[in-house]
C-alpha cells in the first residue's frame, strides 16, 4: 500500500459496486471494505423479492483488473491534503495492523447502519432479543433463530424482506408499521410485551424478539476530526457533483442520504462514475 | 449437590467493586481467599451502572465513616491507577449556582462541609466559570470549582481489582449465589444455589443491594436496603464539555450531572427515584424527560444531542444513613460491607484496605511473601496479525477481543465482553458484530451459541438452530392477510 493510488473507495456495498460497474475505476485504484467479500451491509439480507437488482448486482459482480482490492480492511480515519496538488491519506486497520493509503482521490461509499431503539429513546428494560434486521439476517445465515415469537417494527421493503425471511426459517412474526409509536420494551432477560400507540390506543403484542426496523443512521464516526462537513444527521454533504466539502474527496450512496433506498445508491454509483470518467476534477 | 466441602480463611460474598477490593487486600495474606457472584460476570450491580465518577469526599457527613475512607482513598487512589492501569481523568468538577439562593447553601454549608473533609474547593465568579466553560448556562450567578473529582471506568477498575486478587491466589466462583449460611463453632458453613459448601473461617458480607438478604440468611436482621434507581442517557457529542457539572444538590441526591466518560462521550443523569423492586433496571419516559429537565439549567446545548444509550441503576440506601462496616449480630466471624450508597466506588482502595484489616486482626493473617502488585497491561496479550476492527463504531480489533478471552477472568457472557473492551458500546450496539463475537466466543471458549447469554441466565441471544418442518406457508399468508387488511398481531 505504498502507492500513490488514483482512486481508492471506502466500501464494497452497492453504490460503489455500480460505480465500479460503471467504470469509475481502470488503474491504480484501491478497494477497501470492513466485511470479507463484496456486498456491504445489505448482503446478509440477500436474495429478497424487491431486491432482484441488488442481488444480480453482487452476483454477477468481477472485479476488474487494475483494482486492489483489500477485504477485512477497515477505514478509521482520513486525513485530506494539506495543499493543492498533494495527496489524501485514508488510515484504515487490517489483521497487520495501521496502513496509510495516500491517493489522488477518495470515494466513500461506506453506507449507514441500522438506527436501534436507544436513538428513539424507547423507554423500558434493556433485555435480550431487542434487535435490528442486520443482526437477524446474519443469525440466520448461521443457521440460528433470533428467537420465536418476534414483533418487527418498520416500514420500509428491508423491514418487509425481514419478515419473509423469518417467517419462512419458523418465527411468529408480527409486523408493526411506524403509523404506531413504539411507548415501551418490557420483560428481562428476554423481551416479553412490546407496547405501542396507535389512534391514541395503547396495545401490547406479546413477543420474544423485537426487530427495530426503523430506519438508518450514516456510516461516519471514522470521519470524526477529518475536516468533511457531515449533516446534523450524521451524513455527508455533497454538491451536485458528489464533492464533499474537501477537493476530490467524494461520497454516495446512504452515507451521504441515511433514508436512500437500494436502487438510489445503485443509479448514484453510475452518476458519480460518469462524472468523474467526465474529467471532473 | 456437591457434598464436597471447600475449606476457605476467608469467603467474600459479592463482586461488585467492593468485594473485589476487598479480595484483593485478602490476596496480600497468606491466606486461602475466595470470592462468590451470583451473576454470571463480576460487576453485575450497582457497580456497573453509575456515574463513574471517582468522588472526593467532599460532601460526606463529615466524622462519618464514608467521609473517612473517602479521604483515605483520595491518597490511595494514585496508586492503585498506576498498578492496575486503569484509565482515569481527573476532570474537576464544577457546582453551578443557577440562583442567589444556591450561593448561599454553597457559603453555608457546601463550603464548611468541604474544609471538615479536608477538600478545598475554588469560588469561581460567573465571568470566571464562562470564560472556561462557555457550554454552561449563561444564567449562573457562580460556582465552586472541585478540583480533585475525576472519573474512570468503573467495570475496569472492578475487573482489575478481581484480577490481580487471582493472580495473587484468590479463586472466584461465578453463577453462585448463596443459598444458606449457618454459624458453626470454629467457622461459617456457606452454601450456593450452584450446589457448592465452603466452610469459611470468616465471611465478609458484601452483596451490595442485596446485603441484608445476606445477612437474613444467617440470621441477622439488623439492617435493610432499599433500592433507588439513577436513570442516565449516554451521548457521544460531548459539546466541549471537559468537566463535571453539578447543580447545588438538594436533600434527595447531588441532583443531575453531566459527567464526561472516561473512554469519551458525556454521561447525563442521574435520577434518584424510591422504587421497591431491588431488579428493576428499566428507564422511564418521565426519567429521560427529568433528566433532560435538569441538563438543560447546567448545558443547555446538550438537551437535544442524540443518545446511543439510555440505562439504570439501583444503589443501596441503609436504613441506618452510614456505612455498615462491622460484625454481624450472630456471630463476629461474619463481617457486613453493607450500606455503601452511591460512593462505593470512590471509597474502594480504602474499603478494601479497611476491611481486610479487620481480617487480618481477627485472624492474626501475616503478610504473603510475594505479592505481585502490578496487573499485566491488559492488551499485551493482543498479537500483531489480530489487527482487523470488529467491531466497526468504536474501532475494536480482533486481537483486542482474543485478549479478552486470554484473560485471567475472561468473559462468559456478551455483556461480560462488551464491558471488557468496548465493542458493542457504539452506535449500532452491536448489531453488526455481534454474530463475529458469538463466533469467538465458540472458537476461543468452546461455548455454544445456544448456551451464550447476554448477561444473566435465559437471556440468550440464540433460541434454537432452524428446523425446516414448519408452517411456512400459513404464517406468510397471515403475513400478506395483516398486511393488506392493516391488523396487526
Known sequence: MDNLYRLAIVGAGLSSLSAINSGIAREKTILIDYADATGGFLKPALPAPGFETAWDLIESFHMPAGIAACFKTTAVGLLPALAPGEPHTLIARRSEGTVEIHTRRILIACGGLELTREHAQVPGTRPAGVITPMLAHQLLSRGYLPGRRAVIYGDSNYALATSRRLAAAGVKVTHVGLDALLMQILGFPRVEVVRFLRDGQLFDLEADTLIYAAGMMANTHWLKGSGIITKTDGAIEVDGHYQTNISGIFAIGTVTSPSLDHTASIAMGKEVASLLIGGFS | ?489
Open chain 2, 1 to 489: 449437590m456437591e457434598t464436597n466441602i471447600r475449606h476457605v480463611d476467608v469467603l467474600v460474598i459479592g463482586g461488585g467493586v467492593v468485594g473485589c477490593s476487598i479480595l484483593r487486600e485478602l490476596a496480600r495474606y497468606d491466606a486461602n481467599v475466595a470470592l462468590l457472584e451470583r451473576n454470571p460476570d463480576i460487576c453485575e450491580g450497582t457497580s456497573k451502572s453509575n456515574s463513574a465518577i471517582v468522588h472526593t469526599g467532599f460532601d460526606a457527613p463529615p466524622g462519618s465513616l464514608e467521609a473517612r475512607l473517602l479521604a483515605e482513598a483520595r491518597e490511595l487512589w494514585p496508586h492503585v491507577i498506576d498498578s492496575l492501569h486503569i484509565p482515569y481523568l481527573q476532570t474537576g468538577a464544577l457546582m453551578l449556582a443557577v440562583s442567589d439562593e444556591d450561593l448561599s447553601t454553597i457559603e453555608a454549608e457546601i463550603i464548611p462541609k468541604a474544609q471538615r473533609n479536608g477538600v478545598n474547593l475554588q469560588r469561581l465568579s460567573r465571568d470566571e466559570i464562562l470564560e472556561n466553560a462557555p457550554y454552561v448556562n449563561p444564567e449562573i450567578v457562580g460556582g465552586v470549582l472541585i478540583e480533585g473529582e475525576g472519573v474512570i471506568d468503573p467495570f475496569w477498575t472492578t475487573r482489575a481489582y478481581c484480577e490481580n486478587a487471582v493472580l495473587n491466589g484468590a479463586q472466584v466462583f461465578l453463577e453462585q449465589a448463596v443459598s444458606h449460611i449457618t454459624v458453626e463453632a470454629g467457622h461459617i458453613q456457606v452454601r450456593t444455589g450452584g450446589g457448592l459448601n465452603f466452610a469459611a473461617t470468616m465471611v465478609i458480607n458484601a452483596a451490595g443491594l442485596w446485603a441484608d438478604e445476606v445477612a437474613h440468611l444467617a440470621g441477622d436482621a439488623s439492617f435493610r436496603l432499599t433500592p433507588r434507581k439513577g436513570q442516565f442517557i449516554i451521548v457521544e457529542e460531548d459539546q466541549g464539555v471537559s468537566q463535571i457539572i453539578l447543580p447545588v444538590p438538594n436533600r434527595i441526591s447531588k441532583g443531575i450531572l453531566v459527567t464526561p466518560i472516561v473512554f469519551g462521550g458525556v454521561l447525563l443523569g442521574p435520577t434518584a427515584e424510591e422504587v421497591s423492586s431491588k431488579s428493576d433496571l428499566s428507564t422511564t419516559a418521565q426519567g429521560l424527560q427529568q433528566i433532560r429537565a435538569g441538563i438543560r439549567k447546567l448545558v443547555p446545548a446538550m438537551v437535544g444531542v442524540p443518545t446511543v444509550r439510555q440505562f439504570a441503576g439501583l444503589r443501596a440506601v441503609s436504613s441506618t444513613g452510614d456505612y455498615i462496616i462491622g460484625p454481624s449480630t450472630v456471630s463476629r466471624r461474619m463481617l457486613h460491607v453493607a450500606g455503601i450508597r452511591s460512593t462505593g466506588l470512590s471509597a474502594s482502595p480504602a474499603i478494601g484496605r479497611y476491611v481486610a484489616g479487620l481480617v487480618r486482626d481477627e485472624l492474626h493473617l501475616l503478610p504473603r511473601h510475594h505479592f505481585i502488585e502490578v496487573l499485566p497491561e491488559y492488551l499485551a496479550n493482543a498479537q500483531p496479525d489480530e489487527g482487523d476492527i470488529v467491531c466497526l463504531c468504536r474501532s475494536i480489533t480482533r486481537g483486542e477481543i482474543l485478549a479478552a478471552m486470554r484473560s485471567p477472568l475472561p468473559p462468559t457472557t456478551l455483556d461480560g465482553l462488551k464491558r471488557r473492551t468496548g465493542a458493542m458500546l457504539g452506535d449500532c450496539q452491536g448489531n453488526l458484530c455481534m454474530p463475529c463475537l458469538i463466533d469467538l466466543f465458540q472458537q476461543q471458549l468452546g461455548r455454544d451459541p445456544l448456551a451464550l447469554n447476554k448477561n444473566v441466565a435465559h437471556s440468550n441471544m440464540v433460541a434454537a438452530r432452524i428446523s425446516h418442518s414448519v408452517d411456512e406457508p400459513e404464517t406468510l399468508e397471515a403475513l400478506a392477510r395483516e398486511r393488506r387488511d392493516g391488523h396487526y398481531g
